[in-house]
């Protein structure tokens, strides 16, 4: 199917941008992330990963994710956040060479250890090419086709090591050197649920 149909088909199936409710409960930080398509060489679209860069403390440290963080409170709206954070992480200013595809559910992380976030993504398309420009928040930054993630077999259970230094068996999806775990597969497979 042309790429452009593609997103026709998930835009259709996201939810509209409305604003957000805050979160349900003081303690809880709202944030948001930014799940970017391209359309590649050959017609086929790409996702856009970052590797976070590694920090004493952060419980994300080294992990595969979107880009985005928790909200300001100079951001207006939390789809603001995900626009800011992508600009200060990668140097892209999707405001100006992207557009917005719609939203996916927001989620929490499951980990009693991780601290208590409301995460709202937003889908977005890259209209036109843009150079990443990595912050010192980012490691290294990669574009995923979405074939591969659509793979039957593009996830299995697989053994992670946490900040804490245990170790947990748990559903990923893997691509080369990267494993994409825990909250960003989570988007990962709400966003392939929407296009099956």
């Given at each position: 199917?042309?790429?452009?149909?593609?997103?026709?088909?998930?835009?259709?199936?996201?939810?509209?941008?409305?604003?957000?409710?805050?979160?349900?409960?003081?303690?809880?930080?709202?944030?948001?992330?930014?799940?970017?398509?391209?359309?590649?060489?050959?017609?086929?679209?790409?996702?856009?990963?970052?590797?976070?860069?590694?920090?004493?403390?952060?419980?994300?440290?080294?992990?595969?994710?979107?880009?985005?963080?928790?909200r300001?409170?100079?951001?207006?709206a939390?789809?603001?956040?995900?626009?800011?954070?992508?600009?200060?992480?990668l140097?892209?200013?999707?405001?100006?060479?992207?557009?917005?595809?719609?939203?996916?559910?927001?989620?929490?992380?499951?980990?009693?250890s991780?601290?208590?976030?409301?995460?709202?993504?937003?889908?977005?398309?890259?209209?036109?090419?843009?150079?990443?420009?990595?912050?010192?928040?980012?490691?290294?930054?990669?574009?995923?086709?979405?074939?591969?993630?659509?793979?039957?077999?593009?996830?299995?259970?697989?053994e992670v090591?946490?900040?804490n230094?245990?170790?947990r068996i748990?559903?990923?999806?893997?691509?080369?050197?990267?494993?994409?775990?825990?909250?960003?597969?989570?988007?990962?497979?709400?966003?392939?649920?929407?296009?099956?």
């Open positions: 199917m042309p790429a452009l149909d593609v997103l026709a088909r998930l835009e259709s199936a996201l939810a509209p941008i409305a604003p957000a409710a805050p979160a349900a409960s003081s303690i809880v930080r709202d944030a948001a992330v930014a799940a970017i398509f391209r359309i590649a060489a050959g017609d086929t679209l790409e996702l856009l990963m970052i590797e976070r860069a590694s920090y004493e403390g952060d419980p994300w440290s080294g992990h595969v994710a979107f880009p985005g963080g928790r300001e409170p100079s951001d207006a939390l789809l603001d956040t995900a626009l800011r954070e992508t600009r200060e992480e140097g892209v200013d999707l405001a100006l060479d992207g557009r917005v595809l719609g939203a996916l559910e927001r989620l929490n992380p499951v980990s009693p991780l601290p208590p976030l409301s995460i709202a993504p937003f889908v977005m398309l890259l209209e036109r090419e843009a150079p990443l420009v990595l912050s010192d928040e980012v490691a290294e930054a990669f574009w995923i086709p979405l074939a591969l993630l659509q793979h039957p077999e593009a996830s299995s259970d697989v090591v946490l900040s230094g245990s170790r748990v559903r990923a999806f893997v691509h080369g050197r990267y494993t994409i775990w825990g909250l960003t597969e989570r988007i990962i497979r709400d966003l392939l649920s929407r296009l099956s």
